[in-house]
C-alpha cells in the first residue's frame, strides 16, 4: 500500500499516474482509429453505401455511452473502482476480438454495443489520475490527460487513413483487442494493493457534501450544462469543416484535412503550461477569457476571406479549447473526491455524450439550411452563453486561502 507524504510514494504515485495515462493512450488510439472512416469501413467490408448507416451507428454508440456511464459511477460507490476497472478492460477486450469475426453489418453494431458497455468503464481511469496527483497539482494532472488525448486522435487520425488500404480491415480489432489485455495487464501490476478514496473502505470517509443526490443537485446539472454546451460547441463544426475549407477557400482535401487537425496541434502546445494558467484564485477569470477567446477564433474561422485568418482562427480555438475544458475538470476534481468523484464523473461524461449525440444532427441541419460556414457561428454564439452561463451560476469561488499549488502536478 502506497504511503501518504513520502519521496518514494510521490515517485511511486507519479509511475502510476504514467502507466495509467498510458492506458488512456492506447484506448484512444485505438478508439479512434476509425473514427473519420466509419463510412469508408461500411462500404469496404459490408458493402454498405448509404451515409445515414454511419450516421445511425454513430448515434448507437453514443447512447450507449450516455446511457453505461453513470452506471459504472454509480457501481464504484458499491464496489472497489480498481476492480470494476479490471473487469471492464477484460470484458472490453474480448468484444474487441469478437468484432474482428463480425460476418454483418448488423452483428457489428451488436458487438459493438457489447464492447461499449464494457469500455464505458474506462471513465473510472480519469478520477484515479486526478487523486494520485496532490491536492495542488490537479491542473498539472488535467494537463497531462488532455495531452494524452490529443496526441491519440492525432496520431489515430493519421494512421486511420492506412488501415482502409489493408485487405481484411476486421483484422484490425485483434491488434486493439491485444491492446486491451495490454492496458489490463499495466492496470493490475499497477494499482496492486493499493487503496483510494475512490472504493469504499480505502479512506477514511470524506465528510458529506453539498452535492446531495448527484442527478438531482443543482451543482451538477449546471456543471453538466457546461460541459455538454463546450461539446456541442466542439462537435458541430467537425463534420463539414473540410469540405468548408475546400468550398470556401479552394484547398486541397490533404490541406483540409491538416487544417481539420491544426487546433489539436496547438492545443498539445500550450498544455505544458496549463498548471500554471490554471491556479485556484485564477480559474474563474481563465474560463471566461478561454471562452471569449474561442468565440472570437470560431467567428474569424466563420468570416475571413483569407487562408491566413482560418489558419489564426483554427489556433484560437484549439488553444482556448485545451484551457476551458481544463478548467472545468478542476473545478469538478476540487469539489468532489473518493467515490463521489467518479460518481459526478461519469454524469459529466454522459452529458459530453449526449452533446456528441446531437451534433452531428444540428451541423447537418445548419449546413443545409444556411451553408458550411453556420456552424462555425453558432458553435461562436454557443461558447457566449456558455460564458455567461458559467458567470451567471457562480458555480466557482476562488478559495479565499489559496492553498500551496503545485504548478507541475506529481512527477512523471
Given at each position: 500500500?502506497?504511503?501518504?507524504?513520502?519521496?518514494?510514494?510521490?515517485?511511486?504515485?507519479?509511475r502510476?499516474?504514467a502507466a495509467?495515462?498510458?492506458?488512456?493512450?492506447?484506448?484512444?488510439?485505438?478508439?479512434?482509429?476509425?473514427?473519420?472512416?466509419?463510412?469508408?469501413?461500411f462500404?469496404?467490408?459490408?458493402?454498405?453505401?448509404?451515409?445515414?448507416?454511419?450516421?445511425f451507428?454513430?448515434?448507437?454508440?453514443?447512447?450507449?455511452?450516455?446511457?453505461?456511464?453513470?452506471?459504472?459511477?454509480?457501481?464504484a460507490?458499491?464496489?472497489?473502482?480498481?476492480?470494476?476497472l479490471?473487469?471492464?478492460?477484460?470484458?472490453?477486450?474480448?468484444?474487441?476480438?469478437?468484432?474482428?469475426?463480425?460476418g454483418?453489418a448488423?452483428?457489428f453494431?451488436?458487438?459493438?454495443?457489447?464492447?461499449?458497455?464494457?469500455?464505458?468503464?474506462?471513465?473510472?481511469?480519469?478520477?484515479?489520475?486526478m487523486?494520485?496527483?496532490?491536492?495542488?497539482?490537479?491542473?498539472?494532472?488535467?494537463?497531462?490527460?488532455?495531452?494524452?488525448?490529443?496526441?491519440?486522435?492525432?496520431?489515430?487520425?493519421?494512421?486511420?487513413?492506412?488501415?482502409?488500404?489493408?485487405?481484411?480491415?476486421?483484422?484490425l480489432?485483434?491488434?486493439a483487442?491485444?491492446?486491451?489485455?495490454?492496458q489490463?495487464l499495466?492496470?493490475i501490476?499497477?494499482?496492486?494493493?493499493?487503496?483510494?478514496?475512490?472504493?469504499?473502505?480505502?479512506?477514511?470517509?470524506?465528510?458529506?457534501?453539498?452535492?446531495?443526490?448527484?442527478?438531482l443537485?443543482?451543482?451538477?446539472?449546471?456543471?453538466?450544462?457546461?460541459?455538454?454546451?463546450?461539446?456541442?460547441?466542439?462537435?458541430?463544426?467537425?463534420?463539414?469543416?473540410?469540405?468548408?475549407?475546400?468550398e470556401?477557400?479552394?484547398?486541397?482535401?490533404?490541406?483540409?484535412?491538416?487544417?481539420?487537425?491544426?487546433?489539436?496541434?496547438?492545443?498539445?502546445?500550450?498544455?505544458?503550461?496549463?498548471?500554471?494558467?490554471?491556479?485556484?484564485?485564477r480559474?474563474h477569470?481563465?474560463?471566461l477569457?478561454g471562452?471569449?477567446?474561442?468565440?472570437?477564433?470560431?467567428?474569424?474561422?466563420?468570416?475571413?476571406?483569407?487562408v491566413?485568418?482560418?489558419?489564426?482562427?483554427?489556433?484560437?480555438?484549439?488553444?482556448?479549447?485545451?484551457?476551458?475544458?481544463?478548467?472545468?475538470?478542476v473545478?469538478?476534481?476540487?469539489?468532489?473526491?473518493g467515490a463521489?468523484?467518479a460518481?459526478?464523473?461519469?454524469?459529466?461524461?454522459?452529458?459530453?455524450?449526449?452533446?456528441e449525440?446531437?451534433?452531428?444532427?444540428?451541423?447537418?441541419?445548419?449546413?443545409?439550411?444556411a451553408g458550411?460556414?453556420?456552424?462555425?457561428?453558432?458553435?461562436s454564439?454557443?461558447?457566449?452563453?456558455n460564458g455567461?452561463?458559467f458567470?451567471?451560476?457562480?458555480?466557482?469561488?476562488?478559495?479565499?486561502e489559496?492553498?500551496?499549488?503545485?504548478?507541475?502536478?506529481?512527477?512523471i
Open positions: 500500500m502506497i504511503q501518504a507524504g513520502g519521496t518514494p510514494a510521490l515517485r511511486s504515485k507519479g502510476m499516474q495509467l495515462l498510458g492506458c488512456v493512450f492506447l484506448g484512444l488510439f485505438t478508439e479512434m482509429l476509425l473514427s473519420p472512416y466509419y463510412t469508408q469501413f462500404s469496404q467490408v459490408f458493402g454498405i453505401e448509404d451515409y445515414s448507416y454511419t450516421g451507428y454513430l448515434f448507437v454508440c453514443r447512447l450507449t455511452v450516455v446511457l453505461c456511464s453513470p452506471v459504472w459511477g454509480w457501481l460507490r458499491k464496489a472497489e473502482a480498481k476492480r470494476l479490471l473487469a471492464g478492460q477484460a470484458g472490453t477486450a474480448l468484444a474487441t476480438a469478437l468484432l474482428a469475426s463480425a454483418s448488423t452483428e453494431i451488436v458487438l459493438t454495443v457489447l464492447l461499449l458497455l464494457f469500455k464505458s468503464s474506462y471513465m473510472l481511469i480519469y478520477p484515479i489520475v487523486e494520485l496527483g496532490d491536492q495542488g497539482g490537479r491542473a498539472g494532472s488535467a494537463a497531462k490527460f488532455h495531452a494524452v488525448h490529443h496526441t491519440a486522435i492525432l496520431l489515430a487520425s493519421l494512421a486511420g487513413a492506412h488501415m482502409l488500404t489493408m485487405e481484411k480491415p476486421l483484422t480489432f485483434y491488434g483487442a491485444a491492446a486491451d489485455v495490454v489490463l499495466v492496470c501490476a499497477v494499482l496492486r494493493g493499493w487503496k483510494s478514496g475512490l472504493e469504499p473502505g480505502g479512506e477514511p470517509a470524506q465528510p458529506k457534501s453539498t452535492l446531495g443526490k448527484p442527478l443537485s443543482r451543482y451538477v446539472l449546471t456543471l453538466g450544462m457546461l460541459f455538454f454546451s463546450l461539446t456541442v460547441a466542439n462537435q458541430i463544426v467537425r463534420p463539414f469543416f473540410t469540405p468548408y475549407a475546400e470556401a477557400f479552394r484547398l486541397t482535401t490533404d490541406i483540409a484535412g491538416l487544417l481539420y487537425l491544426l487546433p489539436h496541434a496547438f492545443a498539445l502546445l500550450l498544455l505544458p503550461v496549463l498548471g500554471r494558467i490554471c491556479r485556484p484564485g480559474l477569470t481563465v474560463y477569457s471562452v471569449g477567446a474561442m468565440a472570437a477564433g470560431l467567428m474569424l474561422q466563420a468570416l475571413t476571406d483569407g491566413a485568418g482560418l489558419i489564426i482562427g483554427r489556433m484560437l480555438y484549439g488553444m482556448f479549447l485545451a484551457i476551458t475544458m481544463a478548467v472545468l475538470d473545478i469538478l476534481f476540487e469539489k468532489e473526491q463521489k468523484a460518481l459526478v464523473f461519469s454524469v459529466m461524461v454522459s452529458f459530453q455524450t449526449a452533446g449525440l446531437l451534433s452531428p444532427l444540428i451541423a447537418s441541419f445548419l449546413s443545409i439550411r458550411l460556414g453556420a456552424p462555425l457561428l453558432a458553435a454564439m454557443l461558447c457566449l452563453v455567461l452561463l458567470k451567471w451560476s457562480h458555480i466557482y469561488k476562488a478559495p479565499k489559496a492553498t500551496k499549488w503545485n504548478l507541475s502536478g506529481s512527477k
